[in-house]
């Protein structure tokens, strides 16, 4: 879309005889897609209500799933405090924190992903960590 918009010269213009209208391109943001046959939902990504990242080979990873999902775009954990422990585009996360295991507690997390290719989806919720 093109707009115009009327710019100044100088700093000391009283006047809009030292004017112009420019064209200058605005662009609108992008209305989020909406399945219409509503399979594409947030309800179709899942995430567990608990793990337990303590090196057992048993729950140690956190996954991202849901059928349909084709591309989780972001991943974010957060402490009870609201302060970001850690994001990625991927699928997964293994319960440490800058190399560290993080202690047991409720962490909530939001979950940013592509269904079948062109549908946007979020969705957030809370996860238990048990060490």
């Known amino acids: 879309?093109?707009?115009?918009?009327?710019?100044f010269f100088g700093f000391f213009c009283l006047l809009s005889i030292c004017s112009?209208?420019?064209?200058?391109?605005?662009?609108e943001p992008e209305e989020p897609k909406v399945d219409p046959s509503g399979?594409?939902?947030?309800?179709?990504?899942?995430?567990?209500e608990s793990f337990t990242p303590n090196g057992d080979g048993a729950d140690d990873i956190l996954f991202v799933s849901g059928n349909g999902i084709t591309e989780v775009t972001a991943f974010n954990i957060y402490n009870r405090w609201g302060q970001l422990l850690f994001t990625s585009s991927t699928k997964h996360?293994?319960?440490?924190?800058?190399?560290s295991f993080v202690e047991s507690g409720v962490y909530a997390y939001s979950v940013e992903a592509i269904c079948s290719g062109k549908y946007k989806l979020k969705k957030t919720g809370n996860v238990s960590v048990m060490r």
């Open 1 to 7: 879309m093109i707009k115009y918009m009327k710019i």
């Open 20 to 27: 112009c209208w420019v064209p200058v391109k605005v662009t």
């Open 39 to 48: 399979y594409c939902t947030p309800e179709i990504i899942s995430v567990p």
């Open 93 to 99: 996360w293994d319960g440490k924190v800058n190399g």
